[in-house]
């Protein structure tokens, strides 16, 4: 066990290489004594390498000479002079290396191994929201100047070796850094990006190496005149000061030592088991499950494919490579919570393999397109099938509720020791993109980008007759049709004449067409949960609804309504969802908790979102008609400050009732999880959600 953990979270082979980084030197002497020292990362005639006699090779290309005055013949130092030279540049060497390779490592930021340092600070500049152009030109976005001011930060310029003072930037944070977490644009625009690195955080460092910081030492023009954009002095510094950067406070956290105990599971990997229906990599798998036991994971959650298990014919279902995995977890003394997944994966966030519906399907919707949601301009979505055919037999003779029902029930015949033993705790019954109880609002392969407000998908025939009908019963038959002025996928609500303050959403017409939205998907809910109950007797089951909190400060709430949700200032749009939960005994799961976080108001002020404010209404709704709450993160998690939020509203403090999460699964096991520093605060983060004690808690 002990060799299996230490395989996986041991160190990385890119921080090795980047131990071996090139280095040039060159001192100059001017009247009195002035030794400047360039770090050049990476240059093209650099040498790296990760042999002993390599490195003394390349020690012994150092250039280490001082000129006169008139620029005469140059002489060498004295041989204790180089020695402390070299040390005092080996320092900075292994400084530079850690730089690089926690950007690597937890930025996501694809850093080459013999990266320049211009790439790095152009990537931090562009991180901090600035345009830096190929020939070295650099000035703010247009969005630079409406952002709020706050502490300070500094850098470094080239060899004039100034301290420039930079503007203000929020508390907490530093111009160029990123916090330790990604807003759902950076997922979904596809904008190029500098570099996203974590929050400095004071656990993750040494007492003595909270107080140091290294400086960036960049190449470029020495500065002469100050520029209207760069605000602040210029001080001249040498090799002996160092660059002063406000300590980054602690953070005050609760103790939930004695706390109610939450049971942690780790959702596996998208491509776990192949289109064959084969188990990958097992032995990898095992080594990764073994260390997660380490940790006190209560288990796992795993996507049961529709579009692997029913792939070829109807009824043809294929569980080899599930049986091989849930054996593997029972071994182990693991649970399972399974999820019966009936979208496609593949172009969305976080899908980093393609599994589509089943190819019997897919001919199906060739002949017959209106199977899947359809926007108002008729582009299809074959992510899952339309809502419309839930009664309607155009699946091989079945209806789209049948078999759903047909494949629950194969699933449950299949691994009934599982269920008899009490391994399988809980199945999650996928209702919708995603495996959430939402329309696909929000597509981003038709071009939808954060904080678009996102389309009415109710195009289909199947919808428009049943509008149609609705329409005709309330004697209103002009009203069978969907909003004309609604916008499109990017617009905002203030930018079309449905959504707007005094908007068409809360007329006649309005309330009429968004109650018929919202039912039909309160009524696929309510129909496949009732079949899930059925098959799964005995079994917790559970629908997952996804927090929409971009425009939730504003009267209409389009992004929710697009999304299915009726749930303006002046409705309840969550009511009818907890009520079918509550009336088949289902758990709600859901995926908005750690939210928070993202600082919308930075990037998107006008995306007038409420993460805390949705949270705090739909925990609110479910818990005030019993039924059990669990959750899972809805973006990547691997810092302190994101797991004491999630803690935070899993635990609520003070409150009377003493109401907490059923469960909480992290999204997902990876490479990045099973590297040390993020295991240990992931570990760190299990404990306290079993209620255990910490030592290392900061109060």
Known sequence: MATDIQKLIGTSEEDDEDMDMGVKEEDEENGGKHIAAQIMVGMDGGMTSNSSDNQFQHHQQFQEQVSSP???????????????????????????????????R?????????????????????????????????????????????????????????????PTTPPGSIRGVSPGHRTPVEYNSCRMKGVFILNPSPYDQSASTQSQTPGMVGEGREQTESDPRVGGSMDT??????????????????DFAGSPFIPV?????????????????????????????????????????????????????????????????????????????FHECGGNVGDDVCIPLPNWVAEIGRSNPDIFFTDRE?????????????????????????VYFDYMRSFRVEFDEFFEDGIISMVEVGLGPCGELRYPSCPVKHGWRYPGIGEFQCYDKYFLKSLKKTAEARGHPFWARGPDNAGS?????????????????????????????????????DRVLSLAKLAFEGTQIAAKLLGIQWWYKTASHAAELTAGFYNPCNHDGYAAIVAILKKHGAILNFSC?????????????????????????????????????????????????????ILDNAKPLNDPDGRHFLSFTYLRLSPLLMERQTYMEFERFVKRMHGETVLDLQV
């Open 106 to 166: 937890h930025g996501n930021y694809n850093l080459r191994v013999r990266a320049d340092i211009n790439d790095v600070i152009a990537a931090l500049a562009r991180e901090a929201g600035w345009v830096v152009l190929p020939d070295g030109t650099t000035f703010p976005s247009r969005s630079q100047g409406s952002r709020p001011a706050g502490g300070t930060s500094a850098a470094v310029t080239s060899s004039s070796s100034h301290l420039v003072s930079q």
């Open 265 to 341: 599971y780790v959702m596996l990997p998208l491509g776990a088991i192949n289109m064959k229906c084969e188990l990958v990599d097992p032995d990898g798998l095992l080594k990764q499950l073994k260390v997660l036991k380490s940790a006190n994971v209560d288990g796992v959650m795993v996507d049961c494919w529709w579009g692997i298990v029913e792939a070829h014919a109807p009824q043809e279902y294929n569980w080899n490579g599930y049986k091989r995995l849930f054996q593997m977890v029972h071994e182990l003394k693991l649970k399972l919570q399974v999820v019966m997944s």
């Open 593 to 645: 908790s750690e939210l928070w976080a993202v600082d919308q108001q930075v990037d998107f002020a006008e995306a007038h979102s409420d993460p805390e404010g949705l949270v705090w209404q739909v925990l609110n709704a479910a818990w005030d008609v019993g039924i059990p709450v669990a959750s899972e993160n809805a973006l990547p998690c691997y810092d302190r400050v994101m797991y004491n939020k």
């Open 70 to 104: 008139g620029g005469g013949a140059r002489r060498s130092r004295p041989l204790e002079e180089k020695e402390r030279t070299k040390l005092r540049e080996r320092h900075r060497r292994a400084i530079t290396a850690r730089i690089l390779a926690g950007l690597r």
């Open 378 to 402: 008729g582009r299809r979505n074959p992510e899952c099938l339309s809502w419309g055919i839930d009664k309607e037999r155009v699946l091989r003779g079945r209806t789209a509720i049948e």
């Open 237 to 254: 510094i040498n090799d002996k000061q160092i660059v002063a950067i406000p300590p980054i406070p602690k953070l005050t956290e609760r």
């Open 489 to 525: 996928y990017n617009s905002q609500p203030h930018e079309t004449g449905f959504f707007c303050d005094g908007g068409d959403y809360d007329g006649y017409y309005g309330r009429f067409f968004l109650n018929w939205y919202a039912r039909i998907l309160v009524d696929h809910g």
